[in-house]
């Protein structure tokens, strides 16, 4: 699981490096749900005793959420997300595990087993063609009641 759509990285018009999309998504499809091995989960007093070297290269890769008050160190080329007023992606969050299969019924039994549904997951706002970057508004989606728009696909 992870970023679950086809990805590749490449320079980016906004910073650096970004995370473009290599097949098309349809508005409202889950592109990323967080992987309970791959996306590790990192404690404020598990960061604080980490050497500078470490903490230096994870900093740009890992978001504070404050659903499951901790660090959440990206695993895969979602740690590439550029920040965007105008996102083209957006979070949406569940209250529980029954009300995540209902909105994300494409995964199997085994797949949540992998996925801290707690975190939610990340959709397409709007259809996106391969060779869109794709972009996250880092002050919306990341807060308690997650990003913008979202409410149009439950």
Known sequence: LMLIIGNTTGPSAIHGTGVFLTEDVTAGQVIWLC???LDP???TEEW?????????HCKGYLYWSTKLKCYVL??????????????NTGSLFFT?????KQKVP?????????????????????DLKAGTELF??????WGDEGGAAIHDFL
């Open 74 to 87: 990206c695993g895969d080329n979602a740690k590439y997300f550029n920040h965007s007023e105008t996102p």
């Open 136 to 141: 996250s508004n880092y002050e919306n989606d």
């Open 41 to 43: 989960l990192i404690t």
């Open 96 to 100: 529980s595990l029954e009300d995540a």
């Open 48 to 56: 604080e005793k980490l050497p500078e070297h470490p903490k230096a």
């Open 106 to 126: 494409s995964l199997t039994d085994e797949q949540w087993e992998q996925v801290i549904w707690e975190e939610g997951c990340t959709i397409a706002l709007t």
């Open 35 to 37: 992987h309970k091995t």
